[in-house]
Structures are given as structure tokens and as C-alpha cells.
């Protein structure tokens, strides 16, 4: 039975000369789950770095210790840290799909992340553990998987062997930095289950997560929650009925926007601060079309023998969409949803069939010119804020820059620019820096910014909602909404998300992607009659989450 | 804690701009000895413009400072030789044979093997080098560039073109180009087929060294364009409509792949004196007098010197062009890594 | 689910692709630097008798009929391979082991200066192995800025005519910044490797970090073993820069190599001379870059990119 107490006074970080933690304080007990929630910037991976010897001495500066077990941690050498990392305390990193090395077989680092935990098993043991977690996650077990290479498997397949290199070995505490962001919903779903399993049957003793999302958070049903404001525990609760109350103004304020992230998608009323108000009303049927793709097939160049050959990503896909309209576009991971948005967006080539935009119409190898008005009137949001921006440029060059191509007045597109960075809480002089001095979150607003300049009638956006805590979602989905319901030029949105969740609020109708093809088109708020297996399972996922009652 | 340091070095180059420059170059016609006049003029002006430069580049990075300090014997060399060049040249033609003296007086270095004032000719022979290794460089750079845009075309027949000869001078060692194209060079001017200038010389062999780096630059390119336009940032821009031509030339060129380039060519530069002075080393050691011509450089004067080397004494001879070479490449070193710093620090 | 087909058949139309592509460079360039040999050196100025007398179409038939390189101009009567043989011997091995030692050391160092120690922080070792990269950098850094025959001078100096093998493979070493550009690069590449995501993880897990050498079961293995395939060809295409420090070496040093014969054969025009050593050399450079492209490509895991 072991037990963790953490009592960390303050944690400097010298160079930003920040106190990002102070007076963190507590304890676990065996068999306890705890999570923490909090918004991004608050300090929650910098306590597990923390905790776990991975922040520099020499750029942090940390007073308090942390007993493992009556061991200091915080004094522990290298050679110490060895015999508990890997062993009795495991970490379950953000993005499990890049957790894998690619220059390793499958069967290979199973096999070693195992035998690093528990020394001395015999092969057998590790062979049987191994099927036994494989079939848990639902990656296809048998010789086919582990000899092959990560680089061979799909994305889905990868976020599930992430998680099964941690999740394999048993250990006295597990600490979970929340990967729910990188991973589909799907996956998300066996995760979740799987921890509660591991720690009821004792292969995990105490857990230990991080959250910014208190639908989440909630599901997990933990023993206790702590609430992190700016390195601070503002508050510890524990949950009822899967409902977390939180009584401080911060955490209702927190817990108020989660739920209405959660109950926006039923149908009937939205709160917003206590004041209701009716959903919006969908666009009229009498609106013009706006967009009609009939077809394409889209794709990448991939590396031939002599000259590059063409891979088709999807195929055949046809849609349509009416002037205020919303449509959602669901997937998993890697199966062609970003394909098509940058399809019809125009940034990457068309390989068959048509699009029609407004009175435009593109085929394959269309013409310069209309292709910069079509390239005027849609705006792609990329689904990696991060390495969108010019290294070399500050934010607000780049995004002038952009706004010169689109040919848009330029003082106008500075009266916006200063608008909507106060609108989603930039101060001013973030936008004057350059892209790596930003967090993920700011670079993924002035995205957000750079894509809303115009504004566009079509804007198709591709995961808009990671890197945002609730606020910043609540106010986009405002914003968003205002744009949809402005007379004369209603703006169109083509919401593509791995979420079902998060888009069924907006969007009137919703379509289904897998393996390339469009596999179901429904319309939100009226019955769904489901056939298919792969949306079954989004629509489960969105369910046990809350999202669908 | 920073600030306080780099205060204290501005003040002391202050300091050090007053210990060179009190002396107002009209005060130097008073010296007596044309020669010393002569060394005085040509140390005060490159010292003050030096000193200049170094005072804007100090406060923001050691290493390229530390390189700069390196270089300044070589560029001091061929300014002056540039500034002097009767002078210099007139002296190899010595009335002393065969002596070796020690630094002394008159001659403040001593002299070599043949009689030469080693001073004039460590002067001579770093101008000449340096020319030589500034022009390779502008070819490999200008060629390089060339090649490596080239090289990331989209038309497959171009870069299956450009690809062919950047590989070819990647294959062939530069010791064997450039001791054809040297040693055919001066073969036929022996033979009195064509009388062979300095200048025709100097641009032969230019081209030969630049040619021989252009894959150096060209490789360096290539990767770099590459990789900036798998990035994301690009597909944004060509999204909003922004022209590809300015694309490629101002986001990809001239603010993201530029001040790699500019490392790689600080490097180059390095690498060119290496090359340049092997060659002429070679060319002494291999073809004796057949192959000279009345050329001075580092490197001549380093193969001439090597029976000091060899039997130990009169070490004097060495050590001048070799201190004058390892500060050359180590200056262009060291800058290229300030450089990188600089950038990766930016990064 | 799984993106690609079968793969062995995929692998073995790829080794052949490699293969083919390989033949078709070589011959290639091979052709292309005779050529220019052949341009050069119908320029020499005739003595007595013609420069050249033979075209370079009857080179080529020559060789490619007798597989030999014809015979000597200047050495009446002896064929050039016979005159050449021994020297080729020396010049090659010698290159070689420059390029595996330098490689070694430039990798060795990399590897000990930035092991993943580095990125734990904890324990007396790290600050001293923090405080030593400073003057082990600086003195690598030095020691490689010094020109090839700069340290040969030395070595004379210190040794006088005691001169062997060893020291000439030291001055090939680091002369010509040869240990530092390929200290350089692999640090650079290895740094990239250990910021990536996968390594968090291997720590997370647990693997080991106490050794510098990457061994089995280290997170050092993780990423080194990523680190080899774009390495490989680094190394081979630093052959040709090699192959002429040797050459100067072998000039100082008096041994019996090519490079004596190169030399006289440009001055006594002995075309035939000169041409067979540069396309021994263009065939040597080209086997070696093959051998480690091969390597490279059994190594990498991703096995649709060539």
C-alpha cells in the first residue's frame, strides 16, 4: 500500500521570473482516484512534471517536498528514479499516438515496456499479458500486429497502442495527463472504461488525472477533485451523482459552462447566464445553395518508383450546403475529413469530380482567376494552429499578410483584428510577438482571428475547439452563431471535428466520414435511424459522455 | 547582470578605440622611415574600422565577435596589400639570397628561405588568399542558390538535370579537379602557349573551388526548402490567396531560409581557405617551381616552409602563415556557430 | 485497417529499385567525370610527341573490351593497373579507416555530450558532464580548424622522421574539420530525436538512462537507433572530401599511394594514368555510398520511403 504527499510551497520558473504553483497540498490514499481540473495555463502538467523529476533545476526553482511512500522524491538521483519510474509510478503522456517509436517493431516495445516494469517474468507471462491488454483495446492481437512497424498502422490503431505501452504493466500510481484531446471518442470511451477496470481489480492502486474538461472529469466518477486557479487549489470536492458542485464562484462559473457545453446539443433551450434562450431558428429552405460538391475524389502525392503516384485519401463524396447553414463533418482520425475540407477549401489538388461555389464551378485544373475569388470567399481553419504562422513573422504581420492576399481593405481588416482579439481575451500586445513565444491555446485564437478576417461566406473549420478551455469555447460558439444569423451575408461553417459532441449544438445536419466515404447524412433534432456500426459508435461515445441524452 | 557586462566591454572598446586612433594620420608623415610610415597608416585605418564594426556586433553575440577578432589578421593583410600593392610586391625581389635571419629591426619578421621579408610576404600571400577565397565563395554561394532552387522544382526533367550535376561535383574530390585545372593551367603557360595573368588565374581557380562547393549550398537548399514547404504555414498563405511567387521568394527565402544560408556561408568561406591553401600546397610540394608562376599565398609560403618543419629549427617561417590560416578558419568558424546561436536562440 | 499490403514483395521490388537506381547513377557519373578528365586534359600543351592520341569513344571501348585501363603513356609497355595496384591498396584502406574513425569519434562525442542524462537533471554527474562540454567542445572545435598539412607539420616537428601509419590517419582525422562536421551533424540530428515525444515516454516507462552508450533496454537505443538511417549516408558522402585529405597526406608523409602516381602522370602526360585513377576513385567513392544507402534501407522501418 503506498501513498503520495505532495506539499509543494512554490514552484519558480526563473527565466519568466512566474510563480506558477503555490501552496499545492495533497495526499492520496490506496485505491483513491483524484483528478485535476482547471483551466489551461493553470499549472496542472507543470505539478505532475513536477512531482515526477522532469522540470530542470536550473531553470525551476521548487520548495516543498513530495514523499513517496516516506522517500523524498524531490532529492532522488538518477539511479534511484529508475527503480520507481517505469516500475510503481507510470505517466500517461498527452498524445498517445506519438508515444510510439517508429524505428520499433509493435511486439518489440510491448514486450520491453513490460519487461522494464516487472523484471524477471517469464516470456509466457508476457506474451499472455500482452494478448490479454491487446484485445482489451481492441487492436486486432496475432502475429500480423507485432511484427509490423508503427508507421504501418492507422491512426486509430496507434492511439490504442500508446495507451497500451503504459497501460500494460501494473503499478502503484498512475498519473493521466489528458490525452481525451488526441484521441478519438472511440478510444476515449475503451480508455476511460479500461482505468476504472485496471484500479478495481488492482492493477492500478491509486490514479491520478488532469482535466480541463469537467464532462470528463466527471464521468470518471473520482473520489476527489481539486480545482487549480493560477497554481492555486482553490477548492476540493468530491462528486454527486456524477455532477461535480463546486462552491466557489470560479468553479460554479466552470461548471455552469460545462453544462451548457453538454446540453446544448438536446434539443429545446440553451441558459446562458441564467438567461434562456430559444435555439437558433435552422436556416430558412429558401436560402440560396451555396455549395454543391458532386464526386471528388482528393488526395496526396505520394513517392513512386520514378515519378511521384497519385494515393486517394476520399472518394466519391457528394454534399451540398445552403447559404447560414452549418454542417458537421465526423470521423475518425485519418480517414479523410481534413482531406476534404482542404479539398473544397482549394489547397489541395482535386483529383475528380466537380465543386460548385456560389456561381463558380471547379473541375479538376481549374483557372487562376477564379479560383483567387473562390479562394476570397472560403476560410480554412488548419486543424494545427501551431505551425500555421510564418516562424519568422510576428502574428500580426502574418495575419496582414494573409489579408492582403485575400485583397481585403486593410484598415478594415486592423479595426477587426484589434475587435476580435479583444473578443477572445488576447491582450494586445500577444498579437505584436512571434509564433513560438506564444502557448498552444493563443496561437490557436489568432487562427481563429486569421480565419474570421472578411468575414468569409464559407468558413470551414477543422477542429476549432482543441487547445480552448470552456470559456473560449463559449464564446466562439457565440460568436459563430451571431455570424450565422447576420442578414445580407449569412456565413456558412463546415464544422470538422472527431467529436460528435462538441459540433451537435451548432450544426443543422451532420455527415459521417470513414475510410474516405461519406457514410451517413443526418439531420440534429430529428431522429436518427443508425445502420451504420462506425457511427453507432460515435453516437455511443457522445452519449455515455453526456453529450446525447 | 548582462547588461552590466556588455556596458563594460562597450567601455573598454571605447577605451581601446582611443589607445589605436589618438594618432590623427596627418601626425604621420612626421615619421622618418617610409616603411614604418607606411605599416602606421594601414594599421590605424583597419584598426578604427574594425573597431567600429565590433562595437555593434559585441553586445549581441560573443562567438561572432570572438570570430571577427580571429579574422581581423587576414582582412588587416588584404587591405593592405590592396591599399599597397607596389609596395608590397616590390619587395620579394630581395638582394638577400639565401640567408635567413631572425626577426630583427629591419626586417620585423625575418625573412625565409629565399631572402623574402617574411612580413611582406605573409601580406601579400593573405591578400591573395583572401581574394581568392572571397571569390570561390561568391560563386559556390550565387551557383549554390541557383542549383538548390533548381533542385526543388516541380518539373521533373529540371531536377533530375540540376540533380545530375550537383551530384557529379559532389563525387569528384576537389584535390583532383582543381590540380587538373591548376596543373593544365600553368603546364601550357610554361610552354609559353598562352601567357597566363594573375587575373586569368585567379578567376580559373575561383571557378574550379566554386564549383567543386556548389553541392555544399546546393544540399543545404534543398533540404531547408523542403522542409519549409511541407509546413503548414504555407498552405495557409496560398489559402488566403497570397501570390506563390511571393511566397517562395519572401516568406520561404528571404526570412526563413536566409540567415541559415548565411551560416552555411560563413562555414564555406572557412572551407574555401582550406581548399585554396591545400591546393597551393600541393602544388609547391608536387610540381616544385614547374607549377608556380611567382604566385604567393599562405599556402606556397607554408610548403616553402616545410624544411623548417621538418628539421626542427628556424620555426619562425611556419608559424606565421600557420597562425595566420588556423585564425582564418577558426574566425569563419566560430562566427558561423555565433550565428547559429543566434538563430536557434531566436527559434 | 492496415495501410499497406503484404510487405515482402513490396520490399524486394524496392532492393531492386535501389539497386537499379544505383547501376544507373554510377554509370551515369562515372561517364560525366571521365568526360571532364578527358576535356582537362586535352588541353596539355603537347611536347614531342601529341598530348593525346586517343579520343575518349576509344577509351571507353578500350574498357569496355578489355576491362582494363589501358597502358601507361609515359611507362612504355606497362599496362596502368599493374603501376597502380599497390598504391590503390594504401589509398584505399587508408580511407577507410579515416572515415570509420572520424566517424566514431564525431559520433562517440555527440553521443556522450548530449545523452539523455541530459534531460533528467539530476545528480552530481550531470554538472560535472555540464561543466565538461565546454572544454571538450572548444578543444575538438580547435584541433579539427587546423588544415590537414598544419598537423603533419606538427607531427614532423615533434617526431621527426618517426613518422607511421598512425599519424598520418590522426592528421586525416581531425585535419580538415572532418570529427567536427561529422560531431556536428550527428549532434544535431541526435538532439532532434531526443526532443521528440516518443523519448518522454520512454522515460515515463521507465527504461534506463544511466549509460551514454546506447545499449539495449536505453532510452539512449530509442533514439539513436532512429538517428542511424539518416546518418549512414552523411558519413558516405563525406568520401570525397576524404580522399583528397588522404591524398595530401600521403605527399607529406612520402607513402606509396595514388597520389605519387597521379602527379607524375600529369606531368609526364600520361592521360591513361590519370584517367584510370579518377574512375578507381568515382568506383570506390560510389561503392561506399551504396553500401550505407543499402544499410540505411534494411534499417529504416518505414520501408515505402526510398
Avoid at chain 2, 623574402?116 to 550565387?142: E, K, P, Q, W
Wanted: neutral net charge; glycine residues 8%; aromatic residues 10%.
Amino acid at each position: 500500500m503506498s501513498s503520495l504527499k505532495v506539499e509543494i510551497e512554490s514552484c519558480f520558473h526563473r527565466k519568466s521570473e512566474r510563480l506558477i504553483l503555490r501552496e499545492v497540498k495533497f495526499e492520496t490514499t490506496p485505491n483513491q482516484r483524484i483528478a485535476f481540473v482547471g483551466e489551461s495555463g493553470a499549472g496542472k502538467t507543470v505539478l505532475f512534471n513536477a512531482v515526477l523529476g522532469f522540470l530542470d533545476p536550473a531553470e525551476w526553482e521548487i520548495m516543498g517536498s513530495v514523499r513517496f511512500n516516506d522517500i523524498e522524491l524531490l532529492q532522488y538521483g538518477i539511479k534511484e528514479w529508475e527503480t520507481i519510474r517505469g516500475r510503481q509510478i507510470r505517466y500517461l503522456l498527452q498524445n498517445p499516438s506519438l508515444a510510439v517509436n517508429p524505428g520499433f517493431k509493435v511486439g518489440y516495445q510491448l514486450e520491453e515496456a513490460l519487461e522494464v516494469a516487472s523484471p524477471g517474468i517469464s516470456p509466457t507471462e508476457v506474451s499472455g499479458q500482452i494478448r490479454s491488454m491487446l484485445k482489451r483495446l481492441r487492436l486486432d492481437s496475432g502475429d500480423h500486429l507485432m511484427s509490423r512497424y508503427p508507421s504501418q498502422l492507422s491512426k486509430g490503431q496507434l492511439q490504442r497502442l500508446g495507451l497500451a505501452l503504459t497501460l500494460l504493466a501494473p503499478c502503484k500510481l498512475l498519473f493521466v495527463d489528458e490525452p481525451f484531446n488526441f484521441l478519438d471518442s472511440t478510444v476515449l470511451i475503451d480508455l476511460l472504461e479500461l482505468l476504472k477496470e485496471s484500479q478495481a481489480s488492482g492493477k492500478i492502486e491509486t490514479l491520478v488525472m488532469i482535466s480541463h474538461d469537467l464532462n470528463i472529469a466527471s464521468v470518471m466518477n473520482c473520489d476527489q477533485y481539486y480545482l487549480l486557479q493560477e497554481g492555486r487549489i482553490i477548492e476540493k470536492q468530491e462528486s454527486l451523482h456524477g455532477k461535480i458542485l463546486f462552491r466557489s464562484q470560479y468553479g460554479k462559473s466552470l461548471q455552469e459552462a460545462a453544462t451548457f457545453l453538454r446540453t446544448s446539443s438536446h434539443a429545446g433551450k440553451r441558459k446562458v447566464n441564467g438567461i434562456g434562450e430559444r435555439r437558433s431558428p435552422p436556416a430558412s429552405d429558401n436560402a440560396k445553395q451555396l455549395l454543391v460538391v458532386d464526386g471528388i475524389s482528393s488526395g496526396y502525392w505520394g513517392k513512386g518508383t520514378l515519378f511521384p503516384k497519385r494515393v486517394m485519401v476520399i472518394r466519391n463524396v457528394s454534399m451540398d450546403l445552403k447559404e447560414g447553414e452549418f454542417l458537421g463533418v465526423i470521423g475518425n482520425s485519418g480517414e479523410g475529413k481534413s482531406t476534404l475540407g482542404l479539398c473544397i477549401a482549394d489547397i489541395i489538388e482535386l483529383f475528380d469530380g466537380h465543386i460548385q461555389f456560389g456561381d463558380m464551378r471547379f473541375e479538376k485544373g481549374g483557372h487562376g482567376e477564379d479560383k483567387k475569388r473562390l479562394r476570397n470567399g472560403i476560410h480554412y481553419l488548419v486543424q494545427d494552429a501551431a505551425s500555421s504562422f510564418d516562424p519568422a513573422q510576428r502574428i500580426l504581420d502574418n495575419l496582414m499578410e494573409c489579408a492582403k492576399g485575400s485583397s481585403l481593405d486593410l484598415a478594415k481588416a486592423q479595426a477587426q483584428i484589434s475587435r476580435l482579439s479583444k473578443y477572445f481575451l488576447l491582450e494586445g500586445e500577444e498579437v505584436q510577438k512571434f509564433p513560438h513565444q506564444l502557448s498552444g491555446g493563443q496561437k490557436q485564437r489568432c487562427a481563429i482571428i486569421r480565419s474570421l478576417l472578411g468575414p468569409p461566406k464559407l468558413l470551414i473549420a477543422d477542429e476549432p475547439f482543441a487547445h480552448l478551455d470552456v470559456f473560449l469555447q463559449i464564446r466562439l460558439i457565440r460568436l459563430l452563431d451571431v455570424l450565422k444569423k447576420q442578414k445580407g451575408c449569412p456565413m456558412s461553417c463546415i464544422l470538422i471535428s472527431h467529436d460528435l459532441g462538441s459540433v451537435l449544438g451548432l450544426c443543422e445536419r451532420i455527415v459521417f466520414i470513414h475510410n474516405g466515404r461519406l457514410v451517413g447524412h443526418f439531420r440534429t433534432g430529428a431522429e436518427w435511424n443508425i445502420l451504420n456500426d462506425t457511427i453507432k459508435s460515435f453516437y455511443e461515445a457522445a452519449r455515455s459522455i453526456g453529450y446525447v441524452c | 547582470m548582462r547588461t552590466s557586462v556588455n556596458r563594460f566591454l562597450l567601455s573598454s572598446l571605447k577605451i581601446l578605440m582611443l589607445f589605436l586612433s589618438p594618432i590623427p594620420l596627418s601626425l604621420l608623415k612626421f615619421v622618418p622611415d617610409e616603411r614604418w610610415r607606411i605599416y602606421l597608416y594601414a594599421w590605424t585605418s583597419i584598426s578604427l574600422l574594425f573597431v567600429l564594426v565590433m562595437s555593434s556586433v559585441v553586445a549581441r553575440s560573443k562567438l561572432v565577435a570572438a570570430g571577427l577578432i580571429l579574422l581581423y589578421p587576414m582582412i588587416a593583410c588584404a587591405t593592405v596589400a590592396s591599399i599597397f600593392p607596389r609596395y608590397f610586391s616590390a619587395e620579394i625581389n630581395s638582394i638577400f639570397f639565401d640567408r635567413v635571419i631572425p626577426p630583427n629591426y629591419i626586417h620585423i619578421l625575418g625573412t625565409d628561405f629565399t631572402g623574402r621579408d617574411i612580413l611582406h610576404s605573409v601580406i601579400l600571400g593573405g591578400g591573395n588568399t583572401y581574394h581568392m577565397a572571397f571569390y570561390s565563395t561568391c560563386v559556390a554561394t550565387i551557383l549554390g542558390v541557383l542549383a538548390g532552387v533548381l533542385l526543388v522544382s516541380n518539373n521533373h526533367i529540371v531536377k533530375i538535370v540540376a540533380n545530375s550535376l550537383v551530384e557529379v561535383f559532389e563525387i569528384f574530390p576537389w584535390l583532383f579537379l582543381l590540380i587538373l585545372v591548376v596543373g593544365v593551367l600553368n603546364m601550357r603557360s610554361q610552354q609559353s602557349v598562352f601567357f597566363l595573368s594573375e587575373e586569368t588565374r585567379t578567376a580559373a581557380v575561383a571557378l574550379a573551388i566554386g564549383l567543386s562547393c556548389i553541392p555544399v549550398i546546393a544540399r543545404l537548399l534543398q533540404r531547408l526548402i523542403e522542409s519549409l514547404c511541407e509546413k503548414e504555414f504555407v498552405k495557409t498563405l496560398l489559402a488566403s490567396g497570397v501570390s506563390r511567387t511571393k511566397v517562395f521568394v519572401y516568406n520561404i527565402i528571404w526570412k526563413n531560409v536566409f540567415p541559415d544560408l548565411l551560416m552555411q556561408v560563413s562555414f564555406l568561406f572557412g572551407l574555401t581557405v582550406i581548399i585554396d591553401s591545400s591546393l597551393d600546397f600541393m602544388m609547391e610540394i608536387g610540381f616544385g617551381d614547374y607549377g608556380k608562376g611567382g604566385y604567393i599565398s599562405w599556402g606556397t609560403l607554408l610548403a616553402d616552409a616545410r624544411q623548417s618543419a621538418i628539421f626542427g629549427k628556424d620555426l619562425w617561417i611556419v608559424l606565421v602563415p600557420g597562425i595566420g590560416v588556423v585564425f582564418t578558419i577558426l574566425g569563419t568558424n566560430l562566427i558561423g556557430e555565433g550565428l547559429a546561436l543566434e538563430h536557434k536562440v531566436r527559434d | 485497417m492496415l495501410k499497406r499490403t503484404e510487405a515482402s514483395s513490396s520490399y524486394l521490388t524496392l532492393l531492386k529499385f535501389i539497386c537499379l537506381r544505383f547501376l544507373v547513377k554510377t554509370l551515369f557519373l562515372f561517364l560525366l567525370t571521365t568526360f571532364i578528365t578527358y576535356t582537362l586534359l586535352s588541353y596539355l600543351p603537347a611536347s614531342d610527341n601529341e598530348a593525346i592520341t586517343f579520343s575518349y569513344a576509344d577509351w571507353l571501348t578500350n574498357l569496355i573490351e578489355t576491362q582494363d585501363f589501358g597502358y601507361s603513356d609515359f611507362h612504355i609497355g606497362q599496362t596502368v593497373i599493374s603501376r597502380i595496384l599497390v598504391g590503390t591498396r594504401t589509398t584505399i584502406l587508408v580511407s577507410t579507416i579515416t572515415l570509420l574513425l572520424s566517424s566514431l569519434i564525431g559520433t562517440g562525442f555527440a553521443l556522450f555530450l548530449y545523452s539523455p542524462q541530459n534531460l533528467l537533471w539530476q545528480g552530481p554527474k550531470f554538472r560535472m558532464r555540464r561543466l565538461l562540454r565546454i572544454p571538450l567542445w572548444s578543444t575538438i572545435y580547435v584541433v579539427s580548424s587546423f588544415p590537414v598539412y598544419l598537423l603533419g607539420y606538427f607531427l614532423f616537428y615533434a617526431f621527426h622522421s618517426d613518422v607511421n601509419l598512425l599519424f598520418a590517419l590522426l592528421c586525416c582525422v581531425f585535419g580538415s574539420g572532418l570529427a567536427l562536421e561529422m560531431f556536428r551533424n550527428v549532434s544535431f540530428v541526435y538532439r532532434s530525436e531526443l526532443a521528440k515525444p516518443y523519448i518522454q515516454n520512454a522515460l515515463a516507462l521507465g527504461l534506463r538512462t544511466t549509460n551514454w552508450i546506447p545499449g539495449v533496454g536505453s532510452v539512449a537505443w530509442h533514439a539513436f537507433r532512429n538517428v542511424i538511417p539518416i546518418i549512414l549516408p552523411l558519413f558516405s558522402s563525406k568520401l570525397p572530401f576524404i580522399l583528397s585529405s588522404v591524398f595530401l597526406i600521403e605527399i607529406m608523409f612520402e607513402m606509396p599511394g595514388l597520389s605519387d602516381s597521379f602527379l607524375s602522370g600529369l606531368l609526364n602526360r600520361d592521360a591513361h594514368m590519370v584517367l584510370a585513377i579518377i574512375a578507381l576513385s568515382v568506383l570506390f567513392i560510389q561503392i561506399v555510398s551504396f553500401l550505407s544507402e543499402l544499410i540505411a534501407f534494411l534499417l529504416n522501418p518505414d520501408k515505402s520511403s526510398l
